[in-house]
Every structure is written in structure tokens, then in C-alpha cells.
């Protein structure tokens, strides 16, 4: 496995995301898409400090754009240039905005490569784990697959996460129980600092 340089490490990535007005809600999501992306890294036997940074950082513009969605994942390629991340980082990230209809610069672009299925699936996945977690009274601790997938099917539950772009995850080679248990047990691994227990 190939480490790739990173220009940033871990705690500069976060305090370039503090820079801008988070919501609570946000951070916790760019935390919990870090800790899927790097147990699917470890699960690929990929790089996992390259994969986090990527859903640690995948929506570092959404404090500038949430009220102009059309911008959002377009106005990133400045913010991490600026900090000196490369073409193929930046590129990556932009890639879980394709297919938007939104973002009229994205809508008709696909993505094509696992470590794009991978952001797009996790970053979409955290909405509905965080969701049900808070549905049992913030718990995680004994969630499990079975209850996550009910909901999961359950098209009006969390309705604005895409579950089409969830099961892009099988286009990893994972299946999506595979995928939420995976996730359930990354997510868990940080529940005091996001909130559950």
C-alpha cells in the first residue's frame, strides 16, 4: 500500500474547518465520515490517514455554501488549494457532488472509481446511523444491523439521504450489510465525541 503526502495533518485539517461558522450537526458529520472512511481504508487495505482526510475535509465548504448549494463542493477546490492539497484530492471530493441536480456543474457527471463510491456512500450513510442513534435516545453502543437496515428501507425515515448513493458502496465490492455494519462499528469507536452513547 502506496502512502500518499499529505500537505496537512489530522488537527490542522480541523482547525482549517473551524475557521469557518460550523454547526455542531456538521462537525459531527465530517467526524463520522472520517471514521467510516478509514475503517473502509483499513477493510481495502488502503491508506487510512488519505481516506480520512477525505471525509474529514469532504465538505469543507458547506459553511460558506449551504445557502447557495449550486457552489457547494466547487468552492473547495480554492479552500484546499490554498492549504496545498492536489488535483486528484480535490477532484475526489468534488466527485460526491455529482450527479446532484443542485449543482447544475455536477449534475451530469458519474463517478467512476471505488475511492469516490466509497466519500459519496459514507458521507450519505452518517445521516441515516445518526438518525436512528438519536431515535433510540442517542444510542449507538448496541445498535445493530437488522434495525439500521429496517430504516434503512424505510424511504420516509432520514428521506434526504440518497439511498441510491449508499448502495454505490457495492460497487466496492462490499455489500451493503457488509456496509452497515462496518459503519455502525466505525461510528461507535467515537460516540462520545459526537454525542451518542
Request: aromatic share 8%.
Amino acid at each position: 500500500m502506496e502512502k500518499k503526502k499529505l500537505p496537512i495533518n489530522r488537527e490542522q485539517a480541523i482547525e482549517l474547518l473551524k475557521k469557518y461558522p460550523q454547526e455542531e450537526s456538521d462537525m459531527n458529520h465530517y467526524l463520522e465520515s472520517e471514521t467510516i472512511m478509514r475503517a473502509l481504508a483499513e477493510k481495502f487495505e488502503e491508506d487510512g490517514e488519505y481516506w480520512g482526510m477525505l471525509g474529514l475535509l469532504h465538505d469543507v465548504d458547506w459553511a460558506l455554501t449551504k445557502n447557495e448549494v449550486a457552489e457547494h463542493c466547487i468552492k473547495v477546490e480554492e479552500i484546499l488549494k490554498d492549504v496545498g492539497f492536489d488535483e486528484e484530492f480535490i477532484q475526489i471530493i468534488q466527485s460526491h457532488g455529482y450527479g446532484h441536480e443542485v449543482i447544475p456543474k455536477f449534475k451530469d457527471k458519474q463517478r467512476t472509481e471505488k475511492i469516490e463510491y466509497a466519500l459519496a456512500a459514507s458521507e450519505t450513510l452518517t445521516g441515516i446511523i445518526y438518525a436512528y442513534a438519536l431515535m433510540r435516545g442517542k444510542k449507538i453502543s448496541d445498535m445493530e444491523v437488522k434495525g439500521l437496515k429496517k430504516k434503512f428501507k424505510d424511504k420516509a425515515f432520514a428521506a434526504n439521504c440518497d439511498r441510491e448513493i449508499i448502495k454505490e458502496i457495492e460497487k466496492t465490492g462490499l455489500t451493503l450489510d457488509e456496509f452497515l455494519e462496518l459503519s455502525i462499528n466505525a461510528i461507535k469507536k467515537i460516540k462520545d465525541e459526537i454525542g451518542l452513547s
